[in-house]
């Protein structure tokens, strides 16, 4: 079965600085891999997504991700942080009912 | 024009009573899902519909009844509702599973407080 790890409940970073946030999966078969994001009060709203194609992906407002097979690992990165980057992130993989299947999340904060 | 939208943001009921939450997408998806989002955050399926049909029913109690009355709509009704009962409830929509990228447009969540 399909599952996600997420490492670290909370990440703190200082504004400008870099965001690593991390990832691994388990998956018997090539995964689908996602990051969510939900700013407060807000539903999640998806900032990539991993389908086979291009290891590194880009997102929106910055973000990346690399999916690495021999690390299975898919961790979100931006060079550097803003406060609007503050939000809970979910990483998350398609299971083979094509259900997404969601980490625990890792809440980001970020200091003026 | 909200895409997902669902009603009430915010139920405080007793125990033992029963309510529903409503949900609506315009994005012209097939398939609507209900998540469960409890006090740690964790985020998980309970349900999903495709074209009014019930495609997921993860184990969840049988209290709770979805009921698509169309491909727009989809709505969860709750019998006696139970303390652990408590969490914000995400409605979500994704075009059908068969071309599914896996992008989910969620709600804002209904919070619902058993008291």
């Known amino acids: 079965a399909q599952s996600v790890t997420q490492l670290g409940s909370h990440v703190s970073v200082s504004e400008g600085a870099l965001v690593l946030l991390r990832c691994n999966y388990s998956s018997s078969v090539p995964p689908y891999l996602f990051w969510y994001v939900q700013y407060p009060n807000q539903g999640l709203q998806l900032l990539l997504k991993?389908?086979?194609?291009?290891?590194l992906v880009k997102g929106i407002n910055g973000f990346e991700a690399e999916f690495k097979k021999s690390e299975t690992s898919f961790h979100l990165t931006k060079p550097s942080a803003h406060m609007s980057d503050a939000a809970e992130y979910f990483c998350a993989v398609m299971d083979s009912s094509y259900k997404l299947i969601f980490g625990s999340g890792t809440r980001l904060l970020v200091r003026p | 024009d909200t895409a997902v939208s669902q009603t009430p943001k915010y139920l405080v009921t007793q125990m033992g009573n029963d309510k529903s939450i409503k949900c609506e997408q315009n994005l012209g998806h097939d398939t609507m899902y209900w998540y469960k989002q409890d006090s740690k955050k964790f985020l998980k399926i309970m349900f999903s519909y495709n074209n009014k049909e019930l495609i997921i029913n993860e184990t969840v109690p049988n209290r709770f009844s979805p009921k698509s009355p169309d491909k727009a709509h989809l709505n969860l009704h709750i019998n006696s509702l139970e303390l652990g009962d408590s969490a914000v409830y995400f409605c979500?929509?994704?075009?059908?599973?068969?071309?599914?990228?896996?992008?989910?447009?969620f709600g804002e969540g209904s919070r619902l407080t058993v008291l």
């Open positions: 991993y389908t086979s194609a291009a290891t």
């Open positions: 979500a929509s994704s075009q059908w599973q068969g071309a599914n990228t896996g992008e989910l447009f």
